[in-house]
């Protein structure tokens, strides 16, 4: 297991694949997330194909 304490305001960068979790926001401002996924031309998304 590897622990990751960023500060605010910093971000990183993981597989979609990567089991994690975060603790609970005990702040007043929300927590964004942003997600980009790069998919090849012609491979079908894991929730196309039936499988996971």
């Known amino acids: 297991m590897l622990n990751i304490a960023p500060l605010g305001g910093d971000g990183f960068v ?3 694949r990567l089991v994690h ?3 609970a ?3 007043d401002r929300d927590r964004r997330a942003l997600l980009y996924l790069f998919q090849p031309a012609g491979r079908p ?3 196309e194909s039936g499988r996971a």
């Open 14 to 16: 993981v597989s979609q």
């Open 21 to 23: 979790r975060s603790d």
């Open 25 to 27: 926001n005990r702040s």
């Open 45 to 47: 998304h894991p929730d």
